[in-house]
């Protein structure tokens, strides 16, 4: 089950997508759609097929974002939380190798396309929360157990 919370960030960056699918991108195509209905046979209407297909996948993303922004609480920074790994955390990890590992722990809907974040729910966030500076973190893997030192925390204020 994923956690149902989310950053300040985060949450803005769902709503403008949500925004621009439902107020820009879905009427385009729409009338895509009509026009492309409006000439005739749809069986091999390229136009209508792509753009009737596209109109699917939004309303289906639009879906999902209204329900999720419906579900998720908001977690913002709250000066408590220094000194130690919360929600919102960036943490810099360092390993006995000497490698180095920065990410940010958000809501498991942040994490697309970003390569520094991590899921609040995936075992190296679970690894790091409550943890302090020059803590140890031991993380569980495949190929047995890891260890990690924290290097830094930090919180976008």
Do not use: H
Not at 145 to 156: C, H, L, P
Request: aromatic share 8%; with cysteine.
């Amino acid at each position: 089950m994923k956690t149902k919370l989310i950053t300040k960030e985060g949450y803005t960056k769902l709503k403008q997508e949500l925004d621009e699918l439902w107020k820009i991108e879905r009427p385009e195509i729409t009338r895509k759609v009509t026009w492309a209905a409006s000439l005739g046979d749809r069986s091999e209407n390229a136009d209508y097929k792509e753009n009737k297909r596209r109109l699917r996948e939004i309303d289906r993303r639009v879906r999902f974002l209204r329900k999720t922004l419906e579900q998720v609480r908001i977690v913002e920074y709250d000066q408590q939380q220094d000194g130690r790994v919360f929600f919102g955390a960036w943490v810099e990890l360092e390993n006995e190798q000497g490698q180095i590992l920065k990410f940010r722990i958000v809501g498991p809907e942040e994490i697309y396309g970003r390569k520094d974040y991590t899921s609040i729910d995936s075992p190296m966030a679970r690894a790091c929360l409550k943890k302090a500076v020059d803590d140890e973190v031991v993380v569980k893997t495949p190929m047995g157990e890891v260890i990690w030192i924290i290097n830094a925390i930090e919180y976008q204020k």
